[in-house]
């Protein structure tokens, strides 16, 4: 296994759109308001490159029976519903993703390292460098 | 057509296995496949960023209280490899576009998704 990558940028992914669905609309908007002053307070901290929410439609392309077919986007628990590409290290980005105001509800928070080098292109070096 | 009737697209590739059994030659060629249309989508002002993500990383939920775990390691076809934020016309343009993904060849999916630029902050 290849030595864990250190980056200094980061991608919060929120995953799961529907973790307010049970909820009051007072609910939801507490925790947008919540939302909201998180990220206002990280962006007045500089460490945020950009952030934003996907709506919940589009499209889905995916190999099926050798063709590739387009499908609507739906939601689930492995949707993602927005993003953060935060530049601090992992430690932090980790305290940052468990301050997410909807993670009690269900909510996930991928947190994962951007790097400009895909990790095909590493594995390829690895077992060049083995033979 | 001008910038300001672009909209913002956010493309998420996901299938991080997409590599597996295949030989050094294609997995290279693949990958040159993939820069060029990276390269001449920004040559052509629809593509802003673009990136992969690794699989290394942490998880976190909290619907039981806070839990952080290592992941995504495993390869799979859901988790996300990369993204590209693209400013086309429309829907049926990213659609377009997200069809060339190369690694569509090789088992990979592409979800587009509108990014609602009224709130958050996109790249610059």
């Known amino acids: ?131 | 057509m001008s910038a300001d009737t672009a909209s913002p697209f956010m493309l998420l590739f996901r299938g991080t296995d997409w590599d597996r059994g295949l030989s050094p030659e294609e997995i290279e060629q693949t990958l040159r496949r993939w820069t060029a249309w990276f390269d001449r989508l920004t040559a052509d002002g629809k593509a802003k960023l673009g990136q992969p993500l690794t699989n290394d990383g942490k998880i976190v939920t909290g619907k039981k209280g806070l839990v952080v775990v290592d992941g995504p390691f495993t390869e799979s076809k859901e988790a996300v490899a990369g993204y590209i934020f693209l400013r086309v016309a429309d829907l049926d343009e990213a659609t377009e576009i997200a069809r060339e993904c190369p690694g569509l060849d090789y088992g990979m999916s592409v979800e587009i998704r509108p990014i609602s630029e009224e709130i958050g902050r996109g790249p610059d």
């Open chain 1, 1 to 131: 296994m290849s030595t864990p990558v250190t980056s200094s940028e980061y991608m919060l992914l929120f995953k799961g759109t529907h973790w307010d669905h049970d909820l009051s609309p007072e609910e939801v908007q507490d925790v947008m308001t919540r939302w909201t002053s998180w990220l206002d307070r990280l962006t007045r901290e500089g460490k945020v490159k950009s952030a934003q929410p996907l709506a919940n439609q589009g499209k889905i392309i995916a190999w099926k029976k050798g063709v590739p077919v387009d499908g609507p986007f739906a939601e689930s628990k492995e949707a993602i519903g927005g993003y953060f590409l935060l530049q601090v290290s992992e430690e932090e980005a980790v305290e940052i993703a468990k301050e997410c105001p909807a993670l009690k509800y269900g909510l996930v928070v991928e947190v994962r390292p951007v790097v400009d080098r895909c990790a095909s292109i590493d594995r390829l070096d690895l077992a060049a460098a083995a033979n």
